[in-house]
């Protein structure tokens, strides 16, 4: 019976009520019947030792089930790509092959692989910037072939060792980029093991490498630079990975040969654990997980990516596992043991996903699937002194590119942060001081390194204990004056003095930003109208979005180009089409009829072929075949697709532009007048084009930077447009150049957008604070220079969102290219400004969202707004509607007279020689339904009693009897036992641990 209920309590997949059932019928059933009569009594267990093994199961069965209902305090964690300015830039990386993550940092500096002549040189950079905000890069020749691993001592931040096909180790002091680099090493070994793959320091142990050769793992104390330590069995074929357990006990390695070993060095040359359990002999990783669990990435019998856990004391199957997709580029997987945290991040993906690992189901919980702007050549996970602990940063990866090094910083929100620190995120980590020497631990040592608390109020507290012996290989703690370099061992460092100058105490009230009073001057409380002080809602607070039936999605749609400038929305649609750039050479674009809905076919499809890479595209709001395009060699292309679609590829255009003497943003057709075009480029200006003549006609200037986007007024007399210099301007390209207005616009430079709401009184931008999360801004089209008038925080995301305005219920629709969410907000000309409606989530990442024009609303199902929603192979249409219960009248409260936007109000030469003018407006009213303020009214329904039921006179012994009596029908009758007397006792031992 004991190995029964151990079976039901260790065997993780057993149902939990089925479990406790088993027990509870055991202990019920008599003695005589159980299978130890069949046993000799003597041989079994007593009673009392049954209870107990009885207790202890379902205790364990309890823990097991409710483990799967904790809520993880990082299951937020969001990752924050840098803004460009915080890249590090001119790494010039390639691609290796070797076995290496190509990357990895201490708390101080950045060392890489870098694409040189010869193969043996490396990058270093420090991982902060200079004085001058600037990162200085150099290069080291380190060895005469190419440097295969690196890794930094976790007790010197300056102390690298490398290795390298030449066949050597060599440990290098490093110095600041700025000065004179090392010319040569403080140490070399020469294990004789033909090339080397791997190098690891040990993580408790100072002087201690495990070395990686071609098929044989070696322990090397630097201080005995002639034999290694030990040289371990010689594996079967390529040894891909090597990992030290982190107390140092045991080392674990993958091989080509698809098998596991973990190895006890000091014990014997034999792994102690061994089993064939890779499927695939691609390219594989291992690592310590929490524990005795060991973590790999690698490739399953498909080819397809997956990360598995294992029991390191049972390597024959895994314990959990989680798949990535197919895909050529090997999985470096970067764990933080402190928070559970696993980044994964695939050579030559852009994409980086972050799991949180547990030891009990189910294993691997997805954070956060993070998209970034170029591919992945090697990845490191930067020490945890060196996080930014006020701004909740418990983790941060650097991306190294082919081009440069991108840091993205993986952030738990929380309130109050950058003010406080937040101590349930932080448990004290391993610091910085040996536990013992390599000799010490060759001796059977078994010292853990002494952990350190991450709250800058400690630092000033924490001391290091002295080294316990003095190394060759780390060096002393005394300054080179010839290098000025420090060989010491530094603190752990505080945050940055840019990061806590970056603290906004906005974020330290509880109540969303759109309910906080505006900084703008206004009248009193006590005169505001009382909605407003209590927070005005919206009527439309309850729209709801939903994707149309599966009859209307163009499917099979293959290769699209998901990479177009964030300017840019990516695709553009009309009542007619939809045209998609498709990732193929020559800048090619796909054209979806909208009436022809379905599979498209296998076979190639006709397209455009634009001859460059399309950078913008947009269709003529009064044409709905011709297609503007902006190219990467600063030309623009005007298309005419046939009626009834492409039946043939297109290679001429009908009308070429070129003036910019860069590459183009961003292209925006003018909302009233026809042939008018507007286009801003990195040559610093906005270009303003007649179709019809086919030329430029007005050049603005005044730009310093980078034009996020453009938009028009809806009287299309003004131009705003939003830059990267932190400036908003507004243009009246007739009259003049130069910006007619300025004021300062978002604090962050990483995108923004700019549209106007509120009959074009009002601009509102969606850009970036100074601490990169995604902010509204309003301001006064009279007032730039005032300053935004109101603002809210929406969250936090690398992407910009893209507003979409419908004039007619003052809504802004938004999301960004790959989110999952829409957010909805109700724009007001006064306080609260923004109002807050439900938003809507799409079943996966999008690619783009784009609307369609308010007479393709179906007003019968209260739709007020239709959009298309781009995936990785399908356009699919978005209904966005607003509940309501009399949905046979005609909501006149919600449709007003709409704009005919999709006519012209005046010729392109008209509105250039000053001419002015608005579309026409018609009703969206069918002619069948009846407005709803013309209904009926109904007569009114009693909802109360009347009133003289209250006033009816009853004596104090009535008030009595029905107050008893409401008590009774409430509580039941008292003479009724209660449920718990039915339950009989425990026994004390019940109560044991």
């Not at 020490?383 to 701004?391: E, G, M, Q, R, T």
């Not at 738990?412 to 536990?435: C, I, M, W």
């Not at 990061?499 to 001057?521: E, Q």
């Amino acid at each position: 019976m004991t190995e029964q209920v151990g079976s039901l309590a260790f065997g993780g997949k057993k149902d939990t009520a089925r479990a406790d059932s088993s027990v509870e019928q055991s202990e019920r059933t008599p003695c005589g019947q159980t299978e130890l009569s069949s046993c000799n009594r003597s041989t079994a267990p007593s009673t009392n030792q049954l209870d107990r093994d009885t207790r202890k199961a379902r205790k364990s069965i309890r823990e097991s089930s409710m483990n799967r209902f904790k809520t993880s305090k990082f299951k937020n964690t969001t990752p924050k790509i840098a803004k460009k300015d915080g890249w590090i830039n001119n790494v010039r990386a390639g691609s290796f092959s070797c076995q290496g993550n190509h990357i990895k940092a201490s708390s101080k500096l950045v060392a890489f692989n870098t694409e040189q002549a010869g193969g043996g040189m490396l990058g270093l950079s420090s991982l902060k910037p200079g004085s001058d905000g600037q990162w200085t890069v150099t290069q080291i020749s380190c060895h005469s072939d190419l440097v295969t691993d690196m890794d930094f001592s976790p007790f010197d931040e300056s102390l690298l060792a490398t290795c390298s096909g030449d066949e050597t180790v060599k440990l290098w002091r490093l110095c600041d980029p700025e000065l004179q680099p090392p010319s040569s090493p403080e140490l070399t070994l020469r294990p004789g093991q033909g090339r080397l793959e791997l190098v690891l320091f040990h993580p408790t142990s100072s002087g201690l490498l495990a070395v990686g050769a071609t098929k044989v793992p070696l322990i090397w104390d630097a201080g005995r630079q002639d034999t290694p330590l030990a040289v371990l069995e010689q594996h079967g074929d390529q040894l891909q990975s090597l990992s030290w357990k982190p107390d140092g006990s045991l080392l674990a390695s993958s091989c080509k040969d698809k098998m596991l070993r973990v190895f006890d060095p000091r014990a014997q040359l034999t792994p102690v654990q061994s089993a064939k359990s890779l499927q695939n002999n691609k390219d594989s990783r291992i690592l310590w997980a929490k524990d005795d669990l060991l973590l790999t990435t690698g490739f399953d019998m498909m080819r397809s990516r997956e990360a598995r856990l294992w029991d390191s004391r049972k390597l024959s199957s895994s314990v959990g596992s989680a798949s990535l997709g197919t895909s050529n580029g090997m999985l470096i997987p970067l764990f933080d043991e402190d928070t559970g945290l696993l980044v994964l991040a695939g050579k030559g993906d852009t994409a980086i996903d972050c799991f949180e690992v547990s030891a009990s189901e189910p294993f691997f919980s997805q954070v956060s699937h993070c998209l970034t702007d170029t591919s992945t050549r090697g990845a490191a996970a930067v020490p945890k002194a060196a996080l930014d602990v006020l701004s909740c940063e418990v983790m941060r990866v650097l991306q190294l590119t082919d081009g440069c090094i991108v840091p993205i910083s993986y952030q738990v929100p929380r309130k109050n942060s950058n003010q406080e620190f937040h101590e349930d995120l932080y448990p004290d980590t391993v610091g910085t001081t040996p536990a013992m020497s390599a000799e010490e631990w060759w001796e059977g040592g078994n010292k853990q390194v002494e952990k350190v608390s991450l709250n800058p109020d400690k630092q000033h507290k924490t001391k290091a204990a002295p080294a316990k012996k003095k190394e060759p290989a780390s060096g002393g703690s005394k300054e080179d004056p010839a290098r000025g370099c420090s060989t010491s061992s530094s603190p752990l460092s505080t945050p940055s003095s840019s990061a806590a100058a970056s603290r906004s105490p906005s974020s330290a009230s509880g109540l969303s930003s759109s309910f906080l009073p505006s900084p703008s001057p206004g009248p009193s409380p006590s005169a505001r109208p009382i909605q407003s002080m209590l927070g005005q809602t919206s009527k439309l607070r309850h729209i709801q979005g939903a994707v149309m039936h599966r009859t209307t999605h163009i499917t099979n749609l293959r290769g699209l180009n998901l990479t177009t400038p964030g300017e840019s929305n990516g695709f553009c649609v009309n009542r007619q089409r939809v045209a998609v750039p498709l990732a193929i050479s020559g800048g090619q674009i796909a054209i979806c009829e909208r009436s022809q809905p379905g599979r498209l076919p296998d076979t190639a499809l006709p397209t455009i072929q634009n001859s460059v890479n399309v950078v913008d595209l947009s269709w003529d709001p009064f044409d709905p075949h011709r297609l503007a395009v902006a190219g990467d060699d600063a030309k623009i292309r005007v298309w005419q697709v046939p009626e009834g679609g492409l039946k043939e590829t297109l290679t001429e255009p009908e009308v070429l532009l070129q003036g910019h003497t860069e590459k183009i943003y961003s292209i925006e057709f003018h909302p009233l007048a026809s042939g008018i075009l507007a286009s801003s480029s990195y040559d610093l200006t906005v270009r303003l084009w007649n179709l019809e003549a086919e030329e430029q006609v007005k050049l603005l200037t005044g730009h310093q930077d980078q034009i996020f986007c453009m938009a028009w007024s809806p009287d299309g007399k003004l131009l705003a447009t939003v830059c990267k210099d932190g400036k908003v301007r507004i243009y009246e390209p007739r009259k003049s150049t130069a910006p007619v207005q300025e004021g300062t616009g978002p604090e962050g430079h990483r995108g923004a957008r700019v549209v106007w709401v509120c009959e074009g009184k009002y601009l509102l931008v969606s850009g970036f604070d100074s601490r990169s999360e995604r902010r509204l801004s309003l301001y006064s089209a009279g007032s730039l220079s005032s300053g935004a008038i109101a603002a809210t925080n929406i969250d936090t995301s690398p992407s910009t969102l893209i507003p979409f305005y419908d004039p007619d219920t003052s809504v802004v629709i938004l999301t960004a290219k790959g989110d999952t969410r829409v957010h909805i907000y109700e724009i007001a000309a006064e306080e609260p400004y923004f109002m807050e409606c439900s938003s809507f989530n799409s079943p996966e990442p999008h690619k783009g969202l784009a609307f369609l024009p308010k007479s393709e609303c179906n007003v019968r199902d209260v739709e007020i707004a239709v959009g298309l929603m781009l995936t990785k192979t399908a356009v699919e249409p978005v209904a966005f509607r607003v509940p309501r219960v009399k949905k046979e009248f005609f909501q006149d409260d919600l449709y007003t007279d709409t704009a005919v936007c999709w006519e012209p109000a005046l010729t392109a030469a008209s509105w250039l020689s000053g001419s002015n003018g608005q579309h026409k407006k018609i009703s969206l009213k069918p002619a069948d339904m009846t407005p709803l303020s013309e209904a009926p009214k109904e007569a009114p329904v009693r909802k109360y009693l009347p009133s003289s039921v209250y006033l009816e006179e009853k004596t104090d012994e009535q008030k009595k009897d029905e107050l008893l009596s409401a008590m009774v029908s409430k509580l039941g009758n008292m003479d009724d036992p209660l449920p718990q007397d039915s339950f009989e006792g425990v026994d004390e031992d019940e109560w044991d641990d």
